[in-house]
Each structure stands twice: as C-alpha cells, then as structure tokens.
C-alpha cells in the first residue's frame, strides 16, 4: 500500500509562511499530477495546488500567488510553500495523486492565527 507521509504544519501568525512536505513510499516520477488538499474544520477537502509531471502547476483562485507546489522525483517528495497566511487557510493539509488515488496519508496541521 503507497504511504504518503505530510509534514510542516505548525502554528503561525497572520502573513507568515511554512513549508509542507509530503513524502510517498513509491516513485513519483510516472506519477502524472500531484497536488495538494486542505480540509478546513466543517469543509469538504479541496485541491489547492497541483503540478504535472512536465512542472506545470495550477492553484486554487482563493491561493494563487502565495502558494508554490513543487516537486522532487528523485526524492519522492512534493512540497508546498505557503506564503503569507491567512486565517482561513487553517486547515489539515494532504498530499494525493490528481484525482486522489492513493490512500490519504494523516496530513499536517496548518493553524493560522494571532
């Protein structure tokens, strides 16, 4: 079973900036679009960011220019620079295939606020 480890999150104040890890227990480097969820408390999980194999990414309007996904095949990682923070960006934050395919792993914590 692919395992898909996130790590990162912490508590940070209002404009600050993290940077989530995802590690997968398989090659990433077939793996056509990778992306990044957030499930907000009381919300449905949504995609965030998502980069294709060739390096082309897309984002959500609510992230676009202050969150940057990229990806390392040879690490098997993908990560997620989140730049000036919101409180509504507080979510549990997941890494998946696009669509998910994969089992979701227990995500990382991002908890905004002053």
């Known amino acids: 079973q692919v395992q898909l480890v996130e790590s990162g999150g912490g508590l940070v104040q209002p404009g600050g900036s993290l940077r989530l890890s995802c590690a997968a227990s398989?090659?990433?480097?077939?793996?056509?679009?990778l992306g990044w969820y957030r499930q907000a408390p009381g919300k449905e999980r949504e995609l965030v960011a998502e980069?294709?194999?060739?390096?082309?990414?897309n984002y959500a309007e609510s992230v676009k220019g202050r969150f940057t996904i990229s990806r390392d095949n040879a690490k098997n990682t993908v990560y997620l620079q989140v730049n000036s923070l919101k409180p509504d960006d507080t979510a549990v934050y997941y890494c998946n295939t696009v669509p998910g395919m994969f089992h979701w792993g227990k995500g990382t914590l991002v908890t905004v606020s002053s």
């Open positions: 398989v090659s990433i480097f077939s793996i056509s679009a």
């Open positions: 980069i294709a194999r060739s390096g082309t990414t």
